[in-house]
């Protein structure tokens, strides 16, 4: 009887350990309507660098100023720098301000680092936090250093509605680099 009983106990031990909640991933979407654009010229971009948290696939939240959790089962399609440099860079394409090349010295050359990028819980509402810092540079001097910050809420209070937030918080930031590039660039081009 006790080894029945045990035998029992250690199976729905082990059913209990190896049941699984399917993983749910997110992407990025482009900037869907792009300014107009009034500048050009030639520009590369680089892969985005990220702070620690926001390096890997993983999805991040924070119910607590400073304080940075992780989804368990709901995750980014790829390392966060790689899809976020894939919408930005389509969305340069789709902007066609510029012509995207490889780096060659009389290129403009855009560094961008991932300083925040989180789905934030604060009462009974919460919203995507978005903060990327980039870097313009031209025949290897910095012309213009900005940090761009963007933040959407999140309808519902999910992981969902959080990678929606943080996509609509990305495309504000999006928006307004695109405006600052071109600004930037034709101060260049007059010199």
Not at 65 to 80: G, K, N, S, T
Not at 85 to 94: F, H
């Amino acid at each position: 009887m006790k080894k029945v009983l045990l035998s029992l106990v250690l199976l729905f031990t082990l059913g209990c350990a190896t049941s699984h909640h399917a993983q749910v991933s997110f992407v990025l979407q482009p900037q869907p309507s792009p300014p107009p654009c009034k500048g050009g010229g030639t520009l590369t971009l680089t892969t985005l660098t990220a702070d620690a948290p926001y390096s890997t696939p993983l999805m991040a939240y924070s119910l607590a100023p400073l304080e940075v959790e992780f989804y368990a089962y709901h995750q980014w399609a790829a390392p966060l720098p790689k899809l976020v440099t894939q919408s930005l860079r389509e969305s340069l394409y789709r902007w066609g301000c510029f012509t995207l090349t490889p780096y060659a010295p009389d290129h403009f050359l855009l560094k961008g680092r991932i300083l925040q990028f989180l789905h934030r819980f604060q009462g009974e509402g919460s919203w995507g936090e978005v903060s990327i810092h980039f870097s313009l540079m031209y025949k290897d001097r910095v012309l213009a250093q900005k940090t761009f910050q963007a933040r959407a809420p999140a309808h519902p209070n999910t992981p969902k509605g959080g990678a929606e937030a943080l996509n609509q918080a990305l495309r504000r930031v999006i928006r307004e680099l695109m405006t600052w590039l071109e600004i930037e660039t034709k101060s260049t081009e007059a010199e």
